[in-house]
């Protein structure tokens, strides 16, 4: 049973490029959420996407966007990248079932570096 | 006001000794209550969650959940070296798996 894979596992663009990053999430699984986390902090979410839609979304600017697939796989792309957008990007899969969740299955996450 | 708050650490315990991780939430609305363990450089990992008011056993594990004070803490019994990770509390407002992370607290277990 495969676990959420990411791809690329490592990435550095120059200021001003943009990326895109790629998930699959864990066999199962309907929801892809996406989360920043810089060094020496905590995840920040960035937006969470269900049946092919942005559900919900964090205090990210429109620089990020992102999309699923009908096959549950999701895309995050960043646009004129900046220096501090230098962080680990995770990718967590989860079953969305009514009035409880269970937590995330994380991936082994894409860290950017921006120079 | 941060979301979630955790101590950073580090917390510091001899092997065998009970390591006590504290975490406080903002959001009196909050229904459900994660920790997650973070080896350097890896992704975190789900080690329990918790619903209910009280404490919630798994092995060396304990979560207690106190709703009244927003108080959130995790009990590793009897430390292992290979419990030194960073720990993330993580907190869930609403029914769409979207949670809120505290900056972890860092232990050291000592042998």
């Known amino acids: 049973d495969a676990g959420v894979t990411q791809s690329p596992t490592h990435l550095i663009k120059t200021r001003g490029q943009q990326v895109t990053l790629r998930c699959s999430p864990k066999?199962?699984?309907?929801?892809v959420s996406w989360y920043q986390q810089a060094l020496g902090q905590g995840p920040q979410f960035i937006f969470q996407y269900y049946e092919e839609e942005e559900r919900q979304r964090g205090n990210f600017p429109d620089r990020f966007s992102g999309h699923q697939f009908p096959n549950y796989s999701s895309e995050l792309n960043v646009n004129a990248l900046l220096l501090g957008d230098s962080a680990l990007y995770l990718c967590a899969s989860s079953l969305s079932q009514g009035d409880r969740n269970y937590g995330y299955t994380f991936g082994s996450g894409t860290r950017l570096t921006v120079v | 006001q941060k979301e979630v708050e955790q101590n950073s650490g580090p917390l510091s315990v001899p092997e065998g000794a009970i390591a006590s991780l504290n975490c406080t939430y903002s959001d009196r609305g909050s229904q459900s209550f994660f920790w997650y363990r973070q080896y350097s450089g890896k992704s975190p990992e789900l080690i329990m969650f918790i619903y209910s008011n009280g404490d919630k056993e798994d092995g060396r594990f304990t979560a207690q959940l106190n709703k009244a004070s927003q108080y959130v803490s995790l009990l590793i019994r009897d430390s292992q070296p290979s419990d030194s990770a960073t720990y993330l509390c993580a907190v869930n407002r609403d029914n769409f798996n979207k949670f809120y992370f505290g900056s972890g607290t860092k232990l050291n277990v000592k042998p």
């Open positions: 066999s199962g699984h309907d929801t």
